[in-house]
């Protein structure tokens, strides 16, 4: 099987020219303004240009976005898919609104967290933020990642939180991800993405779903 790869928070070419020539299959650009990998749509509208002409999606991360906020992001970026960090219903309208793809943040401690029913696309199921992070996810805190081992997932999925070139093989293979997505876990600092820690992830979790 071959793991989809996802590597979020870009906010510079360098590190957006390392995801797109080692084959990640998704980008993320954040647009939650308390992230230290946070772009402004203007930003952003550059960086996704240079997705474009390639096979890499562009995954748009937004947290309990307006209406408005997601409207005037997509007049200037071109966006794929929108990763959203709010309620199903709320994910649903937005995904009507919008005609997007939609992938939602389903934050997961024990396996009664693990979602039964799937009204988006993806389901992106990751480690519960404590409340004194400050932000949903990029904290780079790990789930424990056998909570999925034997869970009839509803839909398609990706396996987020604390990911690094140096656990997710063993994340794969304890969790049976089909997708993982990082975020912090390849960064030289906040926002910025280390080129040599990009490929590193991208042959770790490929290689971990060729066994
Ligand atoms: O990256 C952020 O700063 C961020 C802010 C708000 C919501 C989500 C965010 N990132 C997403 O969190 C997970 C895990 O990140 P990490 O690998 O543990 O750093 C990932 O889905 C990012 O897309």
Redesign the pocket.
Same mark, same amino acid.
């Given at each position: 099987m071959t793991i989809g790869v996802?590597i979020?928070?870009l906010t510079e070419e360098r590190g957006l020219d390392a995801c797109l020539e080692y084959g990640a299959d998704w980008i993320?650009l954040?647009f939650?303004a308390?992230? +230290? #990998?946070?772009v402004t749509p203007a930003r952003a509208g550059e960086l996704a240009r240079r997705i474009e002409c390639t096979p890499s999606i562009c995954v748009g991360?937004f *947290?309990e976005p307006t209406d408005a906020e997601v409207a005037a992001v997509l007049d200037t970026v071109p966006l794929d898919v929108l990763?959203l960090?709010t309620s199903p219903e709320r994910a649903a309208l937005l995904a009507r609104m919008s005609g997007k793809e939609v992938w939602l943040?389903c934050p997961v401690s024990i396996r009664a967290d693990l979602p039964v029913h799937c009204a988006v696309q993806r389901l *992106?199921i990751?480690?519960r933020a404590p409340k004194e992070a400050g #932000? +949903?996810? /990029?904290? /780079?805190?790990?789930l424990p990642w056998d909570v999925t081992q034997g869970w009839n997932a509803p839909g398609p999925w990706?396996l $987020?939180? /604390?990911?690094t070139p140096e656990n997710v093989a063993l994340a794969i293979r304890m969790s049976d991800a089909p997708a993982v997505? *990082? $975020?912090? /876990?390849v960064e030289s600092e906040?926002g910025i993405k280390d080129p040599a820690a990009v490929k590193h992830f991208i042959e770790q979790a490929h290689s971990a779903g060729n066994v």
């Amino acid at each position: 099987m071959t793991i989809g790869v996802k590597i979020c928070g870009l906010t510079e070419e360098r590190g957006l020219d390392a995801c797109l020539e080692y084959g990640a299959d998704w980008i993320g650009l954040n647009f939650f303004a308390k992230s +230290p #990998r946070h772009v402004t749509p203007a930003r952003a509208g550059e960086l996704a240009r240079r997705i474009e002409c390639t096979p890499s999606i562009c995954v748009g991360l937004f *947290v309990e976005p307006t209406d408005a906020e997601v409207a005037a992001v997509l007049d200037t970026v071109p966006l794929d898919v929108l990763q959203l960090y709010t309620s199903p219903e709320r994910a649903a309208l937005l995904a009507r609104m919008s005609g997007k793809e939609v992938w939602l943040s389903c934050p997961v401690s024990i396996r009664a967290d693990l979602p039964v029913h799937c009204a988006v696309q993806r389901l *992106v199921i990751e480690s519960r933020a404590p409340k004194e992070a400050g #932000r +949903p996810g /990029g904290n /780079g805190l790990t789930l424990p990642w056998d909570v999925t081992q034997g869970w009839n997932a509803p839909g398609p999925w990706i396996l $987020a939180g /604390g990911l690094t070139p140096e656990n997710v093989a063993l994340a794969i293979r304890m969790s049976d991800a089909p997708a993982v997505d *990082v $975020a912090s /876990g390849v960064e030289s600092e906040p926002g910025i993405k280390d080129p040599a820690a990009v490929k590193h992830f991208i042959e770790q979790a490929h290689s971990a779903g060729n066994v």
